[in-house]
């Protein structure tokens, strides 16, 4: 359902993305492994188009947009596929000067043009999904870093997304608090949600995740189901690098 074909990233003469191709089954949870600067977070935002991929093809559910070097993608399809995605980032990204509940809401008062009451009535439900109901009127800084990410993952739900993507959700957390990150996305994962995950978080990892794909270098080096890969992995770059991560 979505679907990454062939998708290069280029920054000036650093290919960053070599051509990779990875199917996410509906319903599924992907998680994104490999040694830093490997090209997890980049290809994350090849999905969301947060980047826009040099070439290759992305594909979310009936919608798919092709990008070939020195190509145009017309700004409106784009926005009509990143609508379809929810991104969580390593450092929440809450916007500072709105409440809790405001966070959430902003995407669909501001893009959805949700009338601001039904907007509210959302945000709440999603605060209540994560555990945060009873800080909905709180400020970012106000919140532990768990929380404030509970928080930004109601934010990426809320426009009821394809697919969550997480960049590195728990890593800046305390362990404390990354469980409590870690149960909410398990809660998600449960519920069906369909997401792709870069993370270090062997625990998060192992926990949520059916498929493992482990990034090296802009390429894929091994993909799997994660009981495989994480157990009896194939190729010996990829036992090395989880042998770092126990
Ligand atoms: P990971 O998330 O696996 O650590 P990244 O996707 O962040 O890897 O980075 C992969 C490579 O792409 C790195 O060499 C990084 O320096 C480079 N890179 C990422 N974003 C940019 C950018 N906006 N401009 C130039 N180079 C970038
Ligand atoms: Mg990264």
């Known amino acids: ?3 990454l074909t062939d998708i290069e990233k280029r920054f000036g003469d650093n290919l960053v993305l070599k051509g990779v191709t990875v199917t996410i089954e509906e319903g599924s949870v992907t998680a994104l492994v490999g040694p830093s ?12 188009l947060l980047e826009i991929p040099t070439s290759g093809t992305v594909r979310i559910g009936d919608d798919a947009l092709e990008f070939h070097p020195g190509g145009k993608v017309p700004g409106r399809a784009i926005q009509r596929l990143r609508l379809q995605t929810g991104m969580v980032f390593q450092n ?3 916007f500072p000067h709105r409440t809790a509940i405001e966070n959430v809401m902003e995407g669909l008062v501001t893009v ?8 509210r009535e959302r945000a709440l439900a999603l605060l209540e999904k994560v555990g945060m109901a009873h800080k909905a009127d709180a400020w970012p800084a106000t919140l532990s870093g ?7 993952i109601a934010r990426a739900l809320a426009p009821s997304p394809k697919v969550l993507l997480c960049d590195e959700p728990t890593s800046a957390l305390d362990p404390e608090l990354a469980q409590e990150v ?3 996305l398990g809660q998600l994962a449960s519920e069906g949600t369909t997401m792709v995950m870069a993370t270090h978080d062997l625990r998060l990892a ?9 990034l090296d270098a ?3 080096v091994e993909k799997g189901p994660a009981a495989v890969l994480f157990s009896n992995p194939e190729r010996r770059r990829t036992k090395q690098f989880i042998a770092t991560l126990k």
């Open 146 to 152: 768990g929380q404030q990410q509970r928080v930004a």
């Open 37 to 48: 600067g490997g090209g997890k977070s980049t290809l994350l935002r090849c999905i969301n």
């Open 1 to 3: 359902m979505i679907g």
């Open 182 to 184: 870690v149960d909410v």
């Open 112 to 119: 959805l043009k949700w009338p601001t009451a039904r907007a």
């Open 218 to 220: 802009g390429s894929v």
């Open 92 to 94: 929440f990204q809450l």
């Open 206 to 214: 192992s926990k949520i995740a059916q498929e493992v794909v482990f």
